[in-house]
């Protein structure tokens, strides 16, 4: 799959923040790559962010 945005954020914007965040860019077509969605057990989060990143249509 390919993501227009990597969302980083922390702990605290986890439960509360991102995910309505990620609702709205999906609603408006846009896809965001969050951890929470993306990720299973045992993945490594630092490869995952590697291939994320180069493949991202745009980096702020």
Partial sequence: MLYDIFISHTRGDKDKFVPPLVKR???????????KFAL????????????ILLSLNMKL
């Fill in 25 to 35: 860019l999906r609603d408006n077509h846009i896809e965001a790559w969050y951890d």
């Fill in 40 to 51: 299973k057990s045992g993945d490594s989060i630092c490869k995952f962010i590697d291939m």
